[in-house]
Nanobody
Framework: QVQLVESGGGSVQAGGSLRLSCKTS????????MEWFRQAPGKEREGVAA????????FYAEFVKGRFTISYDNAGNTLYLQMNGLEVEDTGVYYC?????????????????????????WGQGTQVTVSS
């Protein structure tokens, strides 16, 4: 079965860095939209960054531009989110998700084009806590 497993979360001080990993199995995601979401306490789950590996098309939410970088390692079947310059507002549970239905193409991967309901496969999430 398709599985997504996140890791790399933890507690850091503002200005610090973390590298999240989403190890995949059961499928080759080269032509699937993949996205990192996060959910802060009391807020809805929101998209952070997305990638379509086959075309290397990426999208970043405005609040993480210049600080976060999404990438996918085909050899290791792993989705990454490098987070630098972390802020207290970045605190939350981070989830990786994949669209295996292929409804989301390169130009519809991320941003307002892809929402939580568009993704059928999710990891269990990893906690990120940023303190001042």
């Amino acid at each position: 079965q398709v599985q997504l497993v996140e890791s790399g979360g933890g507690s850091v001080q503002a200005g610090g860095s973390l590298r999240l990993s989403c190890k995949t199995s059961g499928h080759t995601f080269n032509k699937n939209c993949m996205e990192w979401f996060r959910q802060a306490p009391g807020k809805e789950r929101e998209g952070v960054a997305a990638i379509y590996p086959a075309t290397t098309s990426t999208f970043y939410a405005e609040f993480v531009k210049g600080r976060f970088t999404i990438s996918y390692d085909n050899a290791g079947n792993t989705l990454y989110l490098q987070m630098n310059g972390l802020e207290v507002e970045d605190t939350g549970v981070y989830y990786c998700a994949a669209d295996l239905s292929r409804r989301l193409g390169p130009t519809a991967c991320g941003g307002g084009y892809s929402e939580v309901a568009d993704f059928g496969y999710w990891g269990q999430g990893t906690q990120v806590t940023v303190s001042s």
